[in-house]
């Protein structure tokens, strides 16, 4: 068990294998109407699975913004991502 409830919900929620295209096309077009909390979450959805597996986690930024490398991203990582994502958007469409 990690320090971050939330992504311990999604890790059990969630396989090990990638996310399907559609699933990726999905979470791109929903993230791009995301308020900032939800996009601060990603980031930190991303930043504690590296910290906690004791790797480094690298990012690029312009400044004003954050450039998640998804694809390169392990799959289960990728899974957590999507399903928070889609439950966010819901959350936020409801």
Request: charged fraction near 20%; hydrophobic fraction near 40%; charge should be negative.
């Amino acid at each position: 068990m990690s320090k971050l409830p939330l992504y311990d919900m999604l890790s059990k929620k969630t396989d090990d294998t990638p996310p399907s295209p559609d699933d990726i096309a999905t979470m791109h077009n929903a993230l791009e109407y995301f308020d900032k909390p939800g996009r601060e979450l990603v980031y930190v959805l991303a930043k504690h699975h590296y910290v906690a597996s004791g790797h480094a986690f690298e990012i690029d930024s312009d400044g004003s913004s954050v450039v998640l490398p998804f694809a390169t991203f392990p799959p289960k990582l990728q899974q957590i991502i999507v399903a928070f994502v889609k439950m966010h958007s819901d959350k936020l469409t409801n």
